[in-house]
């Protein structure tokens, strides 16, 4: 069984520019879920994708966006980098679905992206 | 107010003390409860689910007190190993986790 994989694992970017993050689940996991985590924050959700649909969505702007493939893999993308960006960007997987039983049980994380915008 | 706070600590502990941390929280429809540990620069790992009635799991005891929004996590017998932050984590609907800042322990031979 194959835990949560993220790449690339670090990334220096300009500000402006534009990022994709990518995320394979857990195998038999169909939700994954993005999170942020600033330098000594915890995490903080980003959003959600259970069956290639968003559900549910934290508080960031617009110009942060997500897919989710049939084979539950996922991406983040986030446009016009901001210097507050940078950070720890996890993935995290589950069985789960709308009714969020994922979160019941816990979630996996994988090893994160460091994101650094200069 | 933060959804969930913790103290930051950190704890400096002596290997075998025991030690106890808390945190709140402030949504009272929260339904799933936990704690997560996190070595430095990794990611979270689960370190175990959090019930009513309390549960324990080896030298770890958590127990969550409904009524005041409180959870607490035990560990006795403390190892070097131990050394991490540890995060308090709630969940409304199951969809979204909402994590405390963590808490820091370092545990001293």
């Known amino acids: 069984e194959t835990g949560v994989t993220q790449s690339p694992t670090h990334l220096i970017k300009t500000r402006g520019q534009q990022v994709t993050l990518r995320c394979s689940s857990q195998s038999g996991h169909n939700t994954v879920s993005w999170y942020q985590q600033a330098l000594g924050q915890g995490p903080q959700f980003i959003f959600q994708?259970?069956?290639?649909?968003?559900?549910g969505r934290g508080n960031f702007p617009p110009r942060f966006s997500g897919l989710q493939f049939p084979n539950y893999s996922s991406e983040l993308n986030v446009n016009a980098l901001e210097l507050d960006d940078s950070a720890l960007y996890l993935c995290?997987?589950?069985?789960?679905?709308?009714?969020?039983?994922?979160?019941?049980?816990?979630?996996?994380f994988g090893s994160g992206t460091r994101l650094t915008v200069v | 107010r933060k959804e969930v706070e913790q103290d930051p600590g950190p704890f400096n502990v002596p290997e075998g003390a025991t030690v106890a941390f808390n945190c709140t929280y402030s949504?009272?429809?929260?339904?799933?409860f936990f704690w997560y540990r996190q070595d430095c620069r990794k990611e979270p790992k689960l370190l175990m689910s959090v019930y009513s009635s309390g549960n324990e799991d080896g030298r770890f005891t958590a127990q969550l007190n409904r009524a005041s929004q409180y959870i607490s996590l035990l560990i006795r017998d403390s190892k070097l190993s131990d050394s991490a932050t540890y995060l308090c984590v709630v969940s409304l609907y199951g969809n979204k986790l909402v994590f405390g800042a963590g808490t820091i322990l370092r545990v001293k031979s």
């Open positions: 994708y259970y069956r290639e649909e968003e559900n």
């Open positions: 995290a997987s589950s069985l789960g679905g709308r009714a969020g039983t994922g979160g019941l049980y816990g979630y996996t």
């Open positions: 949504n009272s429809a929260s339904q799933s």
